[in-house]
């Protein structure tokens, strides 16, 4: 791994190539954990499709997944059910809500949250009560984001589970209470002060994407400008989940999902051009990125 500067390091293909190991011929799904995916509306359900895809069905490497969804968005996303499971939460005013909430997520290693929820007038709730109840891996991105800025972010400390959060830009500016062009320019620090503050990882999507768990920072340089379109960041929501169901919670396992979607963009905009690439083609590539990863022979 390359240093910048105190605590700053850059990762390389190598550093991340042993998460990705040829897997023993008598494996089954169960040792690869149970992932799920929380999200979805009506007004935005592509990108709950392209989340659990990207989890369940395009090989971004978790044994079982689970969506995690309101009954309105079911006509729309039932088609695209492959190898995921399902559940569907009754309405937030009724009685079972939480009880079926919490039933649904207790078993999971990883959750992702917030990817196409909309605005729901009780989300401020539903978020409060994962960081209290969940004690898997939770990665808090999207519609989650914005919820979490509107809450007093003092229950990041009470939290049960793991938590990264991963905004872009504008998202990580609200966290912050700072304009978009100071995060610009003094990204690293920010980032930096928020983990450690906050007692989270932060992954700040970019050109060049900062994760910082409050002592470390990270730096991961790949991706392409064709990757700047809509459900990039759902895919890569989908992508932590998967990895955190089977590794570790740690900055290692969480660089080498970036460093993943990075490479799977930069196949797909080849075949695509920068202009015409979506998101999902970013899924279609994850596969042939795993394999440029497992040959990578630079060290």
Known sequence: MK?????????????IRYLFPIRDIDCNKGDFGKAGIYGGSVEYSGAL????LSLGALRSGTGISRIITSKDVLPLLGPNILEQTLVV?????????????????????????????????H???VLEFLIKKYTGNLIIDAEGLNTLSRMKLEILKDKKCNIVLT?????FSRLCFRDIEEVKRDSLQ??????????VIV???????????????YLVTTGCPGMATAGSGDVLSGILAGMLAYHDFTMKTISASVFLHGIAGSLAEEESTDISM???DIISYIGKAIKVIRCDKSK
């Open 89 to 121: 939460l009754p309405d937030y005013e009724d009685s079972h809500f939480r009880e079926k909430l919490y039933d649904s997520i207790s078993d999971l290693d990883s959750l992702a949250f917030g990817m196409g929820l909309g605005n729901d007038s």
């Open 278 to 280: 979506v998101a999902s």
């Open 167 to 171: 905004p872009h830009v504008k998202e």
């Open 49 to 52: 499709k392209l989340a659990s």
């Open 3 to 15: 240093k910048i500067d105190n605590n700053i390091y850059e990762v390389d293909i190598s550093d």
């Open 190 to 199: 920010l980032v930096l002060e928020f983990a450690k503050k906050y007692q």
């Open 123 to 125: 989300l401020e709730e």
């Open 203 to 217: 992954l700040l999507k970019g050109h060049t994407t900062t994760i910082s768990d409050g002592v470390d920072t």
